[in-house]
C-alpha cells in the first residue's frame, strides 16, 4: 500500500520518518529509471550526510540529468527507494511532493531568474510561493543579497547582471526557503574560470556557514575537486567509483574517472610519451603518492635506499581536502638490470603507486 508523509510548513520531521536516516538528508537505495532499453539509471544507491557536499561526476549521458529529476520528484524511478530527510519521495503522489520540493534548493546552469522580476523579486518569489508576508519577503531577501555579496544590486533586472552576479541571485533564491538541500546542477558550467572560482568559493562558505547539505552534480573534475566532501563518478546509470575527494584523486580505479581527471593531473608531456618503446637505456616512471605517505622526504629516501642519479621529468604536488596528492615523472638509468626494479620495489614499500610506463633510447 502507498503510504503518504504529510510534511509541515516549518519542515518539521514527519511522525514516519525512518528514524536511521536523521543525519542522512538524502539517501538513494538501488534506484533504477529506463526509457525504453535505456537504462539512465541502474541501480544508484548513494547517501549524503547533513551538513556534506556530495560531488556526482560522469560524462554526458551518465545519467546525471535522470537523477536530479528523481531527485527533485520531476521523475519517478520505475524502482528503488529516494529518502529526502527520511521520507521516501518515490511514494509520495503530487499533492505531497510539493511541501517537499521546497526542501530542496535548486541552482541551474543557466540561472533561471525571470527576466521581468527585481534582483529583490527574484530571491524572494520562493517565499511568496509559501504565502509570507511582503515585509517578510523583503527582509529576507535583504538577508540573502547580503550573503552572496549582491546588496547594492537589489533593485536591478537580471539583464543588467553578469553571468557571476545572475548566479548569486540564483544560490540566493535557492536559500530563500531554508532548504534542507541545495541540488546544484552544472551550475558552473556556463561561467569563465575566474567567476566559477568564485561561485565556488560562495558555495563553500555557505555549506560551511549554514551547514548546509550541497549535492553538486557536474562534468567537470575542478568543481569536485574546489568544494566536495565526497564524490560519486557515475557511468552508464551506474556509480563507478565513490569515496572522499582526496582519495578518489589520489588512486582514481576506474578508467572513466581516470579520463575525467586527465586534465587536471599531471601527464607524462607528450613530446616524451611519443618516444617511449619496450626497452631503453632509461626507464619512465610514473610515481602516484597521497596522503601520509606524500608528506614524508620520499625522494631523498630512495636515493639513500637505491643510489644512483635519476632525473626530474615532470610531476607536481596538489592539494585536494589539505591531502597532499603527488604525481611525479622520473627517468631512470635502466643500465644495471635490476636497478630499476629495486627502486619500483622500495617506492612500493612507502605506499607509492608505481608505474614503468616505457624506455627511451636516449639517441633519439
Ligand atoms: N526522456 C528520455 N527519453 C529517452 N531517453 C532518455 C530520456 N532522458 C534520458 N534519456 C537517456 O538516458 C541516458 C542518461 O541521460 P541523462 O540526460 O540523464 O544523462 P546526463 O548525464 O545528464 O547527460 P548530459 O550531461 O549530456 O545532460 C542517456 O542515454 C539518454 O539518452
Avoid at 537504462?39 to 554526458?60: F, Q, T
Wanted: hydrophobic share 45%; net charge positive.
Amino acid at each position: 500500500m502507498t503510504q503518504h508523509f504529510a510534511i509541515t510548513e516549518a519542515g518539521e520531521p514527519p511522525a514516519k520518518a525512518d528514524p536511521q536516516q536523521a543525519e542522512q538528508v538524502v539517501r538513494l537505495v538501488d534506484v533504477k529509471r529506463r526509457f525504453g532499453t535505456t537504462p539512465a539509471i541502474d541501480g544508484i544507491s548513494l547517501s549524503v550526510g547533513k551538513g556534506e557536499v556530495l560531488g556526482i561526476i560522469g560524462r554526458s549521458g551518465a545519467g546525471k540529468s535522470t537523477l536530479i529529476r528523481c531527485l527533485n520528484g520531476l521523475e519517478r524511478p520505475d524502482s528503488g527507494q529516494i529518502f529526502i530527510e527520511g521520507r521516501d519521495i518515490a511514494q509520495l503522489g503530487e499533492r505531497d511532493l510539493q511541501p517537499l520540493r521546497r526542501r530542496i534548493g535548486m541552482i541551474f546552469q543557466h540561472f533561471n531568474l525571470l527576466s521581468a522580476k527585481t534582483v529583490e523579486d527574484n530571491v524572494a518569489l520562493p517565499l511568496k510561493i509559501e504565502g509570507r508576508s511582503k515585509a517578510e519577503r523583503r527582509k529576507r531577501a535583504a538577508e540573502l543579497l547580503e550573503l552572496v555579496g549582491l546588496s547594492e544590486k537589489a533593485k536591478a533586472y537580471p539583464a543588467s547582471l553578469s553571468g557571476g552576479q545572475k548566479q548569486r541571485v540564483g544560490i540566493a533564491r535557492a536559500l530563500a526557503a531554508r532548504p534542507a538541500l541545495l541540488l546544484s546542477d552544472e551550475a558552473t558550467s556556463a561561467l569563465d574560470p575566474e567567476t566559477t572560482r568564485s561561485i565556488l568559493v560562495l558555495l563553500k562558505d555557505i555549506n560551511r556557514q549554514l551547514g548546509l547539505t550541497v549535492l553538486l552534480v557536474t562534468h567537470e573534475m575542478e568543481v569536485v575537486r574546489s568544494i566536495a566532501d565526497r564524490v560519486a563518478v557515475i557511468d552508464t546509470g551506474r556509480i563507478v567509483e565513490e569515496g572522499p575527494v582526496w582519495s578518489v584523486f589520489a588512486d582514481p580505479k576506474s578508467q572513466i574517472t581516470q579520463s575525467l581527471l586527465g586534465g587536471i593531473r599531471p601527464q607524462l608531456p607528450a613530446e616524451i610519451a611519443v618516444l617511449l618503446k619496450p626497452a631503453g637505456k632509461e626507464a619512465i616512471l610514473r610515481i602516484d603518492v597521497a596522503g601520509e605517505a606524500a608528506r614524508g622526504p620520499l625522494l631523498s629516501d630512495l636515493v639513500a635506499e637505491v643510489p644512483g642519479a635519476f632525473r626530474l621529468i615532470h610531476g607536481g604536488v596538489d592539494h585536494v581536502q589539505s591531502q597532499p596528492v603527488a604525481s611525479l615523472f622520473l627517468g631512470v638509468p635502466a643500465i644495471k638490470a635490476d636497478h630499476v626494479a629495486r627502486i619500483v620495489e622500495f617506492l612500493k614499500t612507502r605506499n607509492a603507486r608505481v608505474e614503468v610506463l616505457g624506455y627511451v633510447t636516449g639517441n633519439d
